[in-house]
Nanobody
């Protein structure tokens, strides 16, 4: 059974850092294209960053450019989102996703497998 499980969320002060992890089970993550998305209260889910099988990353949101970085460790079957210089507006539920197919751009409708989400709260 294909499963994605996020971890690493929590409360962090503005300017701080967090690294989210997403462990895959039931499939080989290296064969999938992956992405991170988030949904803030009262807002639609938005794309953060996506990554192709070959490691090419695509930024989905200009607001995170230079601060957030997607990566994957195929040996651990795990993907990551490193978040630096966090701001209050980064507060959201963060989701990882994967697709066996290909994404044209970093958008949620290309992804069919999703984790349950992890809460990130940026507050002093």
């Amino acid at each position: 059974q294909l499963q994605l499980v996020e971890s690493g969320g929590g409360l962090v002060q503005p300017g701080g850092s967090l690294r989210l992890s997403c462990a895959a089970s039931g499939f080989t993550l290296s064969s999938y294209e992956i992405g991170w998305f988030r949904q803030a209260p009262g807002k639609e889910r938005e794309a953060i960053e996506c990554m192709r099988r070959n490691g090419e990353a695509t930024t989905g949101a200009d607001s995170v450019k230079g601060r957030f970085t997607i990566s994957r460790d195929n040996a651990k079957n795990t993907m990551y989102l490193q978040m630096n210089s966090l701001k209050s507006e980064d507060t959201a539920i963060y989701y990882c996703a994967a697709t066996r197919g290909f994404y044209y751009n970093c958008a949620e409708h290309f992804f069919g497998s999703w984790g349950q989400g992890t809460q990130v709260t940026v507050s002093s």
